[in-house]
């Protein structure tokens, strides 16, 4: 009695999970379930947006999961749910299919021909076994290689083209399951993390996302970063030259290594992506003095809060430094600098100075018994690398490559079969496809048009 | 001689739409056959265009909307073209060449100046993902163009007032033909799209898949056509449920094109 209640229980799950409805059901709920997660912003979910949403909101939010919501536990089950229907559907149906491929229907009798939708036939002169050898050539002649069956007296070929493509679908359905375990793959052995490199120091280790530290097994340094801009102020490229270090040597081949965004370095299944770029401070100005009078220039090399002794005993400090001064001074496009000096009686005065090579004279107009020039600055950034391990992904990307021809096989390719059967005088040609009717409509109607010509 | 060349052709698209709603009150063959060539000189002029814009610009053309939208609106009209010639049916063009008409004219309200490549843009994969991207969007505007025609079809038969325009437009039939044979094309294409976006986003941003809301709602179109077409595997979801489905599909479509540039901020917001 429990038995056949189990398996009463045992049907009724396998049935749920066959269902078609189900799929339909679950794919239009992922559809709308994943509009939560385009509106609602996503961790690190920015402060502003908090402050703008109510105390119960918030809570809400976050016991349902909304904020991580494509990992949460309910969209993570309706993925779950999705990859067990489509592999159950794909059980239920497979062995069908399977069976039109493996064994095919070679005889078309009476009853099967008025289930076939196009059919046509032909008078013939000459005895069955000469017109079924004449068949047979022009089967395999213009469409492809018959087997032909006997039965009570009348000859019945049969020809078929891409049968495999039935299973095109099934190909795409076990894709989907793996790109699925490519994902998990990555989710448990993987992971993504953000570093920071300041120019000519390494890291060894890096945090994750999670906020874990995970250690490299090597270090990575940068060597230099560097960015460009095209006229627009837009950047036109980010460049991190990075060095890979074993034991503190530099590994050879992993030796000052280009970095740009959309060309990432890889090292033991680690791979580093040009992310972002920032000033890592410590940016050294050069300027240089000299006196009206006459004399050779005297460089001073100063931090932006430095108070510089000039040789005369007066001070020299920044107050102020712009990276683009072009508007202010038209023609002098670069960066410009504010130069507060204090001479050795305590008086104050106050320089100009500008990096553009057209507009290096400009402090001499000032007047002054000094006379500044900007020779230069250099600026050490940090490069922003986002930092991925993914053993996954070459378990997605054969998914997806199986994906392709699944979908290829389903949707370009079409099942045509071919029938003919021939008895004393006369010939009759029967034909189906999987796909495209239209199309295939064509197709038999130019082979009847053929076989009448031939035959006449 | 760019800006000529898409004068051009909003001009002709202009006098082909006009001749195609001349044609849905006067469907002569003459008319629709002229139509037909008028739109298919439309559509070289804006291929010409198309392809000396990437001369210019020395990449793709498909990296902000002016570029967009009219690449967009020259795969509707290459993949209309290629239907009409199959399937002979002028009517189609009454419904297609007024939206590829609008498409291209609401490119003119964005900047067509030439803005210098962001440094994420710089790929191989640009050229792929892109074009066909459009091609599968343009597979499913002429669904859709196909949708609305059998909704109208349906309420004439409803209704029972056989006039005019349900003799002009094609059998209901035809029309869910149509549909479906687009989407056996666009399901494909927007797949492929989705794949090469994956494999793009694996070398500039570090991860194959990360929610970005362009990525999210190109999944959410592709599960609706998903369920579909697979709804059209039991046989209610022929016809009338189909169009709808269909026409739905379209407008997620649209906003996975537009509404998530213009409105949601991501990694995609290429304006």
Same mark, same amino acid.
């Given at each position: 009695?429990?038995?056949?209640?189990?398996?009463?229980?045992?049907?009724?799950?396998?049935?749920?999970?066959?269902?078609?409805?189900?799929?339909?059901?679950?794919?239009?709920?992922?559809?709308?379930?994943?509009?939560?997660?385009?509106?609602?912003?996503?961790?690190?979910?920015?402060?502003?947006?908090?402050?703008?949403?109510?105390?119960?909101?918030?809570?809400?939010?976050?016991?349902?999961?909304?904020?991580?919501?494509?990992?949460?536990?309910?969209?993570?089950?309706?993925?779950?749910?999705?990859?067990?229907?489509?592999?159950?559907?794909?059980?239920?149906?497979?062995?069908?299919?399977?069976?039109?491929?493996?064994?095919?229907?070679?005889?078309?009798?009476?009853?099967?021909?008025?289930?076939?939708?196009?059919?046509?036939?032909?008078?013939?002169?000459?005895?069955?076994?000469?017109?079924?050898?004449?068949?047979?050539?022009?089967?395999?002649?213009?469409?492809?290689?018959?087997?032909?069956?006997?039965?009570?007296?009348?000859?019945?070929?049969?020809?078929?083209?891409?049968?495999?493509? &039935?299973? #095109?679908?099934?190909? $795409?359905? @076990?894709?989907?399951?793996?790109?699925?375990?490519?994902? *998990?793959?990555?989710?448990? =052995?993987?992971?993504?993390?953000?570093?920071?490199?300041?120019?000519?120091?390494?890291?060894?280790?890096?945090?994750?996302?999670?906020?874990?530290?995970?250690?490299?097994?090597?270090?990575?340094?940068?060597?230099?970063?560097?960015?460009?801009?095209?006229?627009?102020?837009?950047?036109?490229?980010?460049?991190?030259?990075?060095?890979?270090?074993?034991?503190?040597?530099?590994?050879?081949?992993?030796?000052?290594?280009?970095?740009?965004?959309?060309?990432?370095?890889?090292?033991?299944?680690?791979?580093?992506?040009?992310?972002?770029?920032?000033?890592?401070?410590?940016?050294?100005?050069?300027?240089?003095?000299?006196? &009206?009078? #006459?004399?050779?220039? $005297?460089? @001073?090399?100063?931090?932006?809060?430095?108070?510089?002794? *000039?040789?005369?005993?007066? =001070?020299?400090?920044?107050?102020?430094?712009?990276?683009?001064?072009?508007?202010?001074?038209?023609?002098?496009?670069?960066?410009?600098?504010?130069?507060?000096?204090?001479?050795?009686?305590?008086?104050?005065?106050?320089?100009?100075?500008?990096?553009?090579?057209?507009?290096?004279?400009?402090?001499?107009?000032?007047?002054?018994?000094?006379?500044?020039?900007?020779?230069?600055?250099?600026?050490?950034?940090?490069?922003?690398?986002?930092?991925?391990?993914?053993?996954?992904?070459?378990?997605?990307?054969?998914?997806?490559?199986?994906?392709?021809?699944?979908?290829?096989?389903?949707?370009?390719?079409?099942?045509?079969?071919?029938?003919?059967?021939?008895?004393?005088?006369?010939?009759?040609?029967?034909?189906?496809?999987?796909?495209?009717?239209?199309?295939?409509?064509?197709?038999?109607?130019?082979?009847?048009?053929?076989?009448?010509?031939?035959?006449? | 001689?760019?800006?000529?060349?898409?004068?051009?052709?909003?001009?002709?698209?202009?006098?082909?739409?006009?001749?195609?709603?001349?044609?849905?009150?006067?469907?002569?063959?003459?008319?629709?056959?002229?139509?037909?060539?008028?739109?298919?000189?439309?559509?070289?002029?804006?291929?010409?265009?198309?392809?000396?814009?990437?001369?210019?610009?020395?990449?793709?053309?498909?990296?902000?909307?002016?570029?967009?939208?009219?690449?967009?609106?020259?795969?509707?009209?290459?993949?209309?073209?290629?239907?009409?010639?199959?399937?002979?049916?002028?009517?189609?063009?009454?419904?297609?060449?007024?939206?590829?008409?609008?498409?291209?004219?609401?490119?003119?309200?964005?900047?067509?100046?030439?803005?210098?490549?962001?440094?994420?843009?710089?790929?191989?994969?640009?050229?792929?993902?892109?074009?066909?991207?459009?091609?599968?969007?343009?597979?499913?505007?002429?669904?859709?163009?196909?949708?609305?025609?059998?909704?109208?079809?349906?309420?004439?038969?409803?209704?029972?007032?056989?006039?005019?325009?349900?003799?002009?437009?094609?059998?209901?039939?035809?029309?869910?033909?149509?549909?479906?044979?687009?989407?056996?094309?666009?399901?494909?294409?927007?797949?492929?799209?989705?794949?090469?976006?994956?494999?793009?986003?694996?070398?500039?941003?570090?991860?194959?898949?990360?929610?970005?809301?362009?990525?999210?709602?190109?999944?959410?179109?592709?599960?609706?056509?998903?369920?579909?077409?697979?709804?059209?595997?039991?046989?209610?979801?022929?016809?009338?449920?189909?169009?709808?489905?269909?026409?739905?599909?379209?407008?997620?479509?649209?906003?996975?094109?537009?509404?998530?540039?213009?409105?949601?901020?991501?990694?995609?917001?290429?304006?």
């Amino acid at each position: 009695m429990t038995t056949t209640n189990d398996r009463g229980i045992a049907q009724m799950l396998w049935d749920f999970f066959c269902s078609l409805k189900l799929s339909i059901f679950l794919l239009i709920g992922l559809a709308i379930t994943s509009i939560i997660g385009t509106v609602i912003p996503q961790v690190p979910v920015p402060s502003e947006y908090i402050q703008t949403i109510s105390p119960f909101k918030l809570q809400l939010y976050g016991k349902l999961g909304f904020f991580d919501m494509y990992h949460s536990w309910w969209f993570i089950l309706l993925l779950y749910l999705l990859t067990v229907n489509l592999i159950a559907c794909s059980i239920k149906r497979l062995p069908r299919v399977w069976k039109i491929i493996s064994e095919p229907t070679l005889v078309m009798d009476d009853g099967f021909e008025r289930s076939l939708s196009l059919t046509h036939e032909i008078k013939a002169t000459g005895t069955a076994p000469a017109l079924k050898d004449k068949m047979a050539a022009f089967l395999k002649a213009e469409f492809a290689e018959p087997i032909v069956t006997e039965v009570s007296g009348e000859y019945h070929l049969f020809a078929q083209k891409n049968p495999y493509c &039935r299973l #095109g679908v099934y190909v $795409v359905h @076990l894709s989907i399951v793996i790109v699925f375990i490519g994902a *998990l793959i990555g989710s448990f =052995f993987g992971y993504k993390a953000y570093v920071n490199i300041a120019e000519g120091s390494s890291v060894d280790s890096v945090e994750s996302r999670s906020g874990k530290i995970m250690d490299l097994g090597f270090s990575v340094r940068c060597e230099k970063f560097a960015v460009s801009f095209y006229d627009t102020g837009a950047p036109k490229e980010f460049k991190s030259i990075l060095t890979i270090l074993e034991n503190g040597k530099p590994v050879p081949g992993y030796e000052n290594v280009k970095v740009i965004v959309n060309d990432p370095l890889t090292y033991k299944g680690i791979t580093f992506y040009q992310s972002s770029y920032g000033a890592a401070g410590d940016t050294l100005y050069r300027f240089s003095v000299r006196k &009206r009078t #006459g004399g050779q220039p $005297v460089p @001073l090399i100063t931090h932006e809060q430095d108070r510089t002794p *000039l040789p005369d005993g007066s =001070f020299m400090q920044i107050i102020g430094i712009a990276p683009e001064v072009g508007s202010d001074f038209p023609g002098c496009s670069g960066p410009g600098a504010k130069l507060e000096i204090t001479r050795p009686d305590g008086r104050k005065e106050y320089s100009i100075v500008l990096l553009n090579p057209a507009c290096r004279d400009f402090d001499e107009k000032r007047g002054g018994d000094l006379i500044f020039t900007f020779d230069g600055k250099d600026e050490k950034y940090f490069t922003g690398l986002q930092v991925a391990k993914d053993p996954g992904v070459w378990v997605v990307w054969l998914g997806c490559s199986l994906m392709v021809i699944g979908i290829c096989m389903a949707f370009f390719m079409s099942h045509k079969r071919i029938w003919i059967r021939v008895g004393n005088g006369r010939v009759t040609l029967g034909g189906t496809a999987s796909k495209n009717p239209a199309g295939f409509e064509l197709v038999f109607q130019e082979l009847a048009a053929k076989l009448d010509s031939g035959t006449k | 001689m760019n800006a000529l060349l898409f004068y051009c052709t909003l001009g002709i698209y202009i006098f082909a739409t006009v001749i195609y709603l001349i044609y849905l009150v006067k469907p002569e063959q003459l008319l629709g056959r002229a139509a037909h060539w008028v739109v298919s000189a439309g559509f070289i002029a804006h291929l010409a265009f198309t392809v000396n814009r990437f001369v210019e610009v020395g990449h793709t053309p498909i990296t902000n909307l002016h570029e967009s939208l009219s690449f967009f609106s020259l795969a509707v009209i290459g993949i209309f073209i290629i239907f009409e010639r199959k399937y002979k049916m002028f009517v189609l063009g009454s419904f297609i060449t007024p939206l590829a008409l609008i498409l291209l004219a609401v490119s003119t309200t964005f900047p067509s100046a030439i803005t210098p490549l962001n440094p994420a843009l710089k790929s191989k994969w640009l050229a792929v993902h892109t074009i066909v991207a459009f091609l599968g969007y343009g597979a499913f505007a002429i669904s859709f163009g196909a949708s609305i025609m059998y909704l109208i079809q349906s309420h004439f038969l409803k209704s029972k007032k056989l006039g005019a325009m349900f003799q002009r437009l094609p059998s209901l039939d035809t029309l869910d033909d149509i549909s479906y044979r687009c989407l056996t094309f666009g399901f494909p294409l927007l797949t492929f799209a989705i794949i090469s976006g994956a494999i793009w986003a694996e070398t500039a941003w570090g991860t194959y898949w990360s929610w970005d809301p362009k990525e999210t709602w190109s999944l959410i179109t592709w599960f609706v056509y998903a369920a579909l077409l697979h709804g059209r595997l039991t046989t209610g979801w022929r016809g009338r449920k189909a169009a709808i489905l269909s026409i739905i599909g379209f407008f997620i479509m649209l906003f996975t094109f537009l509404g998530v540039n213009l409105l949601l901020s991501g990694l995609h917001s290429y304006k």
